[in-house]
C-alpha cells in the first residue's frame, strides 16, 4: 500500500492553521476593529456593561480580546492562553448580550465559540509560532 507524503497528522495541521487563521483575522476585521474604532473615536462610550465595570472598561476588554487576542490566533502565539479571553467574550454574547435574541443572532457568537474550544483542546498545530518556539527550545 503505497502512503501519502502527508500523513493524517499533516492534514489535521493544516486544518487547525486554516481554522486559526480564519477564526482570527475575521473577529478581528469583522468585528474587533469596529470597537476598536469606537473605543478610540474620542466620543461617547455606549456599549453593553454585563459585569457592571462600566462601557469604558468593558468596551477596552471586548477590543482586548477581539484584536489583540485575535490576531495572536492568526499567529499561532500563546494560543491557548489568548483563547480564554475570546472564549468569554463568546459565552457573555451568548449568555447576556443576546441571550433574548433568537438563534439567528447568536449563531456567530457560538460558531466563534465552538471553534475556540475546538482549537483550545487540539492545541494550535504544527504551523505556528508555538510549534516553533517549543521546537526551538528541545
Known amino acids: ?5 502527508y500523513t493524517n497528522s499533516a492534514y489535521s495541521d493544516i486544518g ?4 486559526r487563521v480564519f477564526l482570527g483575522l475575521s473577529m478581528c476585521f ?3 476593529l469596529g470597537k476598536w474604532n469606537n473605543l478610540f473615536s474620542g466620543e461617547e462610550i455606549q456599549f ?21 487576542c485575535s490576531i495572536l ?10 483563547l480564554i479571553p475570546l472564549i468569554v467574550t463568546m459565552l457573555v454574547a451568548v ?28 492545541g494550535p498545530g504544527r504551523f505556528s509560532i508555538d510549534a516553533f518556539l517549543k521546537s526551538k527550545n528541545k
Open 1 to 5: 500500500m503505497k502512503t501519502s507524503k
Open 16 to 19: 487547525l492553521l486554516i481554522l
Open 30 to 32: 469583522g468585528h474587533g
Open 48 to 68: 453593553a456593561d454585563p459585569f457592571g465595570i462600566g462601557a469604558l472598561p468593558s468596551l477596552a476588554m471586548a477590543v482586548f480580546a477581539e484584536v489583540i
Open 73 to 82: 490566533l492568526a499567529l499561532g502565539l500563546l494560543t491557548r492562553w489568548i
Open 95 to 122: 449568555f447576556i448580550v443576546h441571550v433574548s435574541d433568537g438563534f439567528g443572532v447568536m449563531e456567530k457568537a457560538l460558531l466563534y465559540g465552538i471553534g475556540y474550544m475546538t482549537i483550545l483542546f487540539t
